[in-house]
T-cell receptor, first 109, second 113 residues
């Protein structure tokens, strides 16, 4: 069974600074997808970024990028130039059905 | 806009009284999911449909059932809600043609009295 671990229950960052959220996973599969989802307070979950395991290049979406280390089974999310609107729960997900416990990120003005 | 819709947004039921939560989608996705999310926890997959094929998670209680009469609609039936079933219930959809990204509805918050 696949497991997804997020070891940081809560994090905070000053507006305009950079923060990295950690995620590790366990799987015996070779081809899979990894996702970061954002769930703002009282709002619905939306996709932040997606990585296909067979792609060596790290995915990037504007201020969001990942550091995907397949051998280490690590998939961290870097948020650059943090904005107040980035305040949310962030969930790492494996093949979109297994979620980590989440990291609550607060961006401080 | 194409979307995932959940009704109602808030549902109050009594202990042991059956309740049904609804989900509809205009994305024409062939996969639909039901998750249970308790406060500040990760969403927990209850079951999913791939077209009409039903896939139940091994640890989903028998108290939870689902129906998918067509591509657009999916229902979550809780036959005898207990206090521990109070949670946010999330519906999501995906398509293999969109690299499995899930699109979530706003959720239904269930309160059991």
């Amino acid at each position: 069974a696949q497991t997804v671990t997020q070891s940081q229950p809560e994090m905070s960052v000053q507006e305009a600074e950079t923060v990295t959220l950690s995620c590790t996973y366990d799987t015996s599969e070779n081809n899979y997808y990894l996702f970061w989802y954002k769930q703002p307070p009282s709002r619905q979950m939306i996709l932040v970024i997606r990585q296909e395991a067979y792609k060596q290049q790290n995915a990037t979406e504007n201020r969001f990028s990942v550091n995907f280390q397949k051998a280490a089974k690590s998939f961290s999310l870097k948020i650059s130039d943090s904005q107040l609107g980035d305040t949310a729960m962030y969930f790492c997900a494996f093949n979109d059905m297994r979620f980590g416990a989440g990291t609550r990120l607060t961006v401080k003005p | 806009d194409a979307m995932v819709i959940q009704n109602p947004r808030y549902q109050v039921t009594q202990f042991g009284k059956p309740v049904t939560l609804s989900c509809s989608q205009t994305l024409n996705h062939n996969v639909m999911y039901w998750y249970q999310q308790k406060s500040s926890q990760a969403p927990k997959l209850l079951f999913h449909y791939y077209d009409k094929d039903f896939n139940n998670e091994a640890d989903t209680p028998d108290n939870f059932q689902s129906r998918r009469p067509n591509t657009s609609f999916c229902f979550l039936d809780i036959r005898s809600p207990g206090l521990g079933d109070a949670a946010m219930y999330l519906c999501a959809t995906s398509s293999p043609h969109q690299q499995e990204t899930q699109y979530f509805g706003p959720g239904t918050r269930l309160l059991v009295l």
